[in-house]
């Protein structure tokens, strides 16, 4: 059974840290992209980072770049997501979603074959 399982979110303090990981079980990254997206309820959801395993490249979106990173482990199968310098804004449930792009990488021209994990709350107090 396919599955993505995200998990590390929580409450932490302006300015403070989380990293969120997304676990795969019942396939590989391999010809992936890995995406995570975040939604507060009455917005729409944002794409906030990205990254290929056909080359390691990755994307973010401008409210986090500088302060989020996107990493994988093959060996584990788990894509990280490490939020640093978090600010109340980043108050958000955080989904991963693994995108069988292949080649294209994070820059698929439709939508592929995609697979979604649970969300995992992330609560940043001022």
């Known amino acids: 059974e396919v599955q993505l399982q995200a998990s590390g979110g929580g409450l932490v303090q302006e300015g403070g840290s989380l990293r969120l990981s997304c676990a795969a079980s019942?396939?590989?990254?391999?010809?992936?992209?890995v995406r995570w997206f975040r939604q507060v309820p009455g917005k729409e959801r944002e794409g906030v980072s990205c990254?290929?395993?056909?080359?390691?490249?990755?994307y973010y979106a401008d409210s986090v770049k500088g302060r989020f990173t996107i990493s994988s482990d093959n060996a584990k199968n788990t894509v990280y997501l490490q939020m640093n310098s978090l600010k109340p804004e980043d108050t958000a449930v955080y989904y991963c979603?693994?995108?069988?792009?292949?080649?294209?990488?994070?820059?698929?021209?439709?939508?592929?074959?995609?697979?979604w994990g649970q969300g995992t709350l992330v609560t940043v107090s001022s």
């Open positions: 979603a693994a995108d069988r792009s292949g080649s294209y990488g994070c820059y698929a021209p439709i939508t592929p074959v995609r697979y």
């Open positions: 019942g396939f590989s990254f391999d010809g992936y992209a």
């Open positions: 990254i290929s395993s056909t080359d390691g490249s990755s």
